[in-house]
């Protein structure tokens, strides 16, 4: 059987990793499945939120509690910087795909600078790297203008201040 969770220690690190965001129904109950799924406990818990930074495979789990229950809330691509970001967004641009453009936000309980985009089938994508913690699961757009939509299901995101965008 191999340990998912074993990093070799002449393995290079990951500078991204592929994020799923998913809709469940109880927290508590996803917590425990995922934490036996990928043999590591979350990084991050809060209230109707969660998520997990497994080593191997790369990947951000993130969990949404809301009455949606077992579908993808958004995808995305997590990076190691902001110059990262930034050529996925020129990447993106070049390549015709319509962006959000790049922002610096608080939102799902971290800073982030992030650009969104949606897939031909509506699946919203996420291209970010986390720049610190929060306290806040609303979004707040710090630095850009960016309108996009809130990942996170309005059971579990705090009523929008006046200065609030929508989230994550």
């Given at each position: ?11 290079a ?9 998913l ?7 996803a917590i ?11 990084a991050?818990v ?8 497994v080593a ?12 949606e229950e077992?579908?993808i809330n958004?995808l995305?691509?997590e990076?190691?910087?902001s110059?990262?970001?930034v050529?996925?967004?020129?990447r993106l641009?070049?390549?015709g ?13 971290a800073?982030?600078?992030e650009?969104?985009?949606s ?11 986390r ?15 960016s309108?996009?939509a809130?990942?996170?299901p ?7 201040a ?5 989230c994550?």
């Amino acid at each position: 059987m191999i340990n998912m969770t074993d990093a070799t220690a002449t393995a290079a690190p990951a500078t991204m990793r592929l994020q799923l965001a998913l809709n469940v129904k109880n927290l508590d109950e996803a917590i425990a499945f995922y934490s036996k799924l990928f043999d590591t406990e979350p990084a991050r818990v809060r209230p109707g939120y969660a998520n997990f930074a497994v080593a191997n495979p790369p990947l951000k789990l993130v969990l949404f509690e809301g009455e949606e229950e077992g579908t993808i809330n958004h995808l995305g691509v997590e990076t190691s910087s902001s110059e990262e970001v930034v050529a996925a967004e020129q990447r993106l641009m070049a390549a015709g795909l319509e962006t959000t453009g790049i922002d610096d936000t608080v939102c799902c309980y971290a800073t982030k600078t992030e650009t969104w985009l949606s897939g031909p089938d509506s699946t919203r994508w996420e291209y970010y790297v986390r720049t610190g913690d929060s306290e806040e699961m609303q979004n707040t757009v710090i630095e850009g203008d960016s309108t996009q939509a809130c990942c996170a299901p309005a059971a579990v995101a705090a009523a929008p201040a006046a200065s609030a965008t929508a989230c994550c």
